[in-house]
């Protein structure tokens, strides 16, 4: 089974500063997906990357897949109050089907400071 | 925008009892998943299903079974119930496309207290 390695576990970061979250897997990535999850709530779906190089962006968040599929980034500029929270990446196997479970991180918490 | 629908959002339930949760996908949806997720734990897949058919199956315990109606709802039943089933139980929800991978939406969790 696919296991995924997040960096770091927590980060307190002022705001308006910068930060990049990674995810990195032993095993090439298929379907790499990043979620933000508020304590005790359900997750919030940011971004879906799939082929090597890929890069998406929404709003002031930013992720991207490497070019060999194994490592993933997700960075936010200008951080706000509102980014706080647990940062998930998950991934599917590869089965080819897209009905596949995720295989999720241990999570980065994520505190905004004023 | 419609979002996935879970019910109970809370439910306790003594040991050895049953609990049934029921997950409404997005409209249009044809696919669903089932997550658990422990006390400070990352969700861990349980199962999935593909119009009403099972689709890939993670941790699932077998006192636990699901299915996948004609109108995409989607029951987790849970029996013998343990104290260590008390969770989060995520529903999620996706639009099946050829030959890519689906977004998965999440559902806003249901919280199961086994006493």
């Known amino acids: 089974s696919q296991e995924l390695e997040q960096s770091p576990q927590s980060l307190i970061v002022q705001e308006g500063k910068n930060l990049t979250i990674n995810c990195t897997s032993s095993?090439?990535?298929?379907?790499l997906y990043w979620y933000k999850q508020k304590y005790g709530e359900g997750l919030i779906f940011l971004m879906m990357?799939?082929?090597?190089?890929e890069e998406k962006s929404h709003e002031k968040i930013t992720a991207k897949l490497d070019e060999k599929k194994q490592q993933s980034s997700l960075h936010i500029t200008a951080s706000q109050p509102s980014h706080a929270g647990i940062y998930l990446c998950?991934?599917?196997?590869?089965?080819?089907?897209?009905?596949?479970?995720?295989?999720f991180g241990k999570g980065t918490h994520l505190i905004i400071q004023p | 925008a419609a979002g996935v629908i879970q019910s109970p959002r809370h439910l306790i339930k003594e040991k050895r009892e049953t609990a049934t949760l029921k997950c409404y996908p997005i409209?249009?949806?044809?696919?669903v998943y089932w997550y658990q997720q422990g006390p400070g734990q990352d969700p861990q897949f349980l199962i999935s299903?593909?119009?009403?058919?099972?689709?890939d199956k993670g941790s699932i315990p077998d006192r636990f079974s699901a299915q996948q109606f004609s109108d995409y709802h989607s029951e987790l039943n849970m029996s013998s119930l343990e104290l260590g089933d008390s969770a989060l139980y995520f529903c999620?929800?996706?639009?099946?496309?050829?030959?890519?991978?689906?977004?998965?939406?999440f559902g806003p969790g249901t919280r199961l207290t086994v006493l």
């Open positions: 299903f593909y119009e009403k058919m099972q689709s």
């Open positions: 990357l799939q082929k090597g190089g």
């Open positions: 409209p249009r949806h044809d696919t």
């Open positions: 095993k090439t990535l298929y379907g």
């Open positions: 999620a929800s996706s639009l099946e496309l050829a030959g890519v991978y689906n977004e998965q939406f």
């Open positions: 998950g991934a599917a196997s590869y089965s080819g089907g897209g009905a596949d479970g995720l295989t």
